[in-house]
């Protein structure tokens, strides 16, 4: 099976689908895995480790999607990048079908089969692949750096020889 990465195109998306470790094991397994170019630039991994793990750089995305039998991705394809999918491809990301149903119907449209990795019920049996806790965790940690850096003051308790910074005081909203 051809397995496709494509470089994210969501503004501010800095995540990429795949990491050269679980590019190696799907060769391993006996897939071949293509990867943009660049796709992992934003996460600080270059084509060069995507290559050590035996992965094929692409140019370009027509040449990735032309060539795909499964395409990978994390945010939702735009519209461009459904246009790009041909029937009986499969894409598997974070799709939001659920809060976009025209992208569920375009992709019913052109025959592409759509696993929307934020419809993994978050059950025990299938925490391995539950990618909504994995990545609320990420944003909430990421949450708590932005804050502690915009705050006037100082996050933690700070003794030194000049005397004592009390610790800030925040209040923390989430659901889940």
Do not use: C, H, W
């Amino acid at each position: 099976m051809k397995i496709a990465v494509p470089r994210e195109t969501a503004e501010g998306e800095a995540r990429v689908a795949l990491t050269p470790q679980s590019a190696a094991q799907l060769i391993a397994d006996g897939n071949q895995v293509l990867v943009e170019k660049s796709a992992g630039e934003a996460s600080f991994i270059d084509d060069a480790a995507y290559r050590e793990a035996g992965a094929t750089i692409v140019e370009d995305a027509d040449g990735l999607y032309r060539d795909a039998d499964m395409v990978l991705r994390v945010a939702r394809p735009s519209e461009a990048e459904v246009g790009q999918l041909r029937e009986g491809q499969v894409l598997v990301g974070t799709l939001g079908t659920l809060s976009n149903p025209k992208l569920a119907q375009a992709l019913a449209d052109r025959k592409v089969t759509a696993i929307s990795m934020d419809l993994i019920p978050r059950i025990t049996r299938a925490q391995s692949m539950d990618s909504l806790s994995s990545q609320s965790t990420v944003a909430g940690y990421k949450a708590v750096l932005i804050a502690a850096e915009r705050l006037p003051k100082f996050m933690p308790l700070l003794t030194t020889a000049a005397g004592t910074v009390r610790p800030a005081r925040v209040l923390v909203f989430g659901a889940g």
